[in-house]
């Protein structure tokens, strides 16, 4: 990915949600892509799909280099190909994703039979084989079965089932175990760690739980204000944390290795408005690294370790947690 840009035209101004992020992510490898709401997480994952709502949004710069071809140059026809065949996605909210008046065994089939031509026959074998690897059992008679007959945790496997019945080689995973209850998160984050790694799946691990990335991530991307303002390996991020907000996200996580003196620690201060030209630095006015550079000049990306980068002024300064 370089520079992806991805903006919404409203009423009141031009939100940049997505402003002008680049990475790269290996095949098999597992990336953790951590903010808070309204960082620009969920829509950067949306670019790449090209799901983005157009009007209001529009992705308005950048390349999305996948298997050789820039998805954000392909047909219309060429994406619909390739979404779902080779970039599947497990949504954020499977109660909406799920479609009430369909089986999920029509919803599993349906991509297999679109992309990779299977008949009824195959793709029902195939679906079965799916709900008994996800864990819903008596797949056979479940397959005839609405999603509203499924408990939360359930339908989040079918989601899953369904976004890797044509195996694709990259997964993107929205907050895969929001609402879900800590023990059926565990169980649906290592089914997407055991089935990346069957078959060499690349997946992009959306999430706000920086504990979910220190286990399952591989690498991490902080987002923050629509950008990236850290990226390195996981154990490098919670070893040597080298940006403010990194900071301020390990630092407002409990920990049980330390003794509780006083209220939780928090980020002071709003996430920035993103409407309007950008000056300086958008952590700025929550930061207490803070200097006269950080008002006037943006922050980039620099090498501040190996493999490790921070689009931090003082980032120097920047203490451990």
Known sequence: ???????????????????????DLEEGET???VGESGSGKSVSALSIMRLVPEPPGRIVAGEVIFQGKDLLK?????MRRTRGRA???IFQEPATFLNPVLTVGRQITEAMELHLGFDGKASRARALELLERVGI????????DYPHQFSGGQRQRIMIAAALSCRPKLLLADEPTTALDVTIQAQILELIKDLSREFSISVILITH???????????????YGGEIVESAAAREIYRNPRHPYTVGLLEAVPRLDRQVDGELRTIEGQPPDL????TGCTFRPRCSYGVGRCAIERPYLQEVGVH???ACWESEQVRKV
């Open 1 to 23: 990915m370089r520079n992806l840009t991805t903006h919404f035209f409203t009423p009141t101004g031009v939100v940049r949600a997505v402003d002008g992020i680049s990475y």
């Open 74 to 78: 392909l047909s219309v026809e060429e």
């Open 87 to 89: 970039i599947g996605m």
């Open 308 to 310: 490790h980068a921070s």
């Open 137 to 144: 059992p008596d797949g056979e008679s479940r397959l005839a």
């Open 209 to 223: 739980n920086l504990g979910i990335v220190a286990r399952y991530a591989d690498r991490v991307n902080v987002m």
């Open 31 to 33: 990336m953790g892509l």
């Open 275 to 278: 409407r309007g030209e950008k």
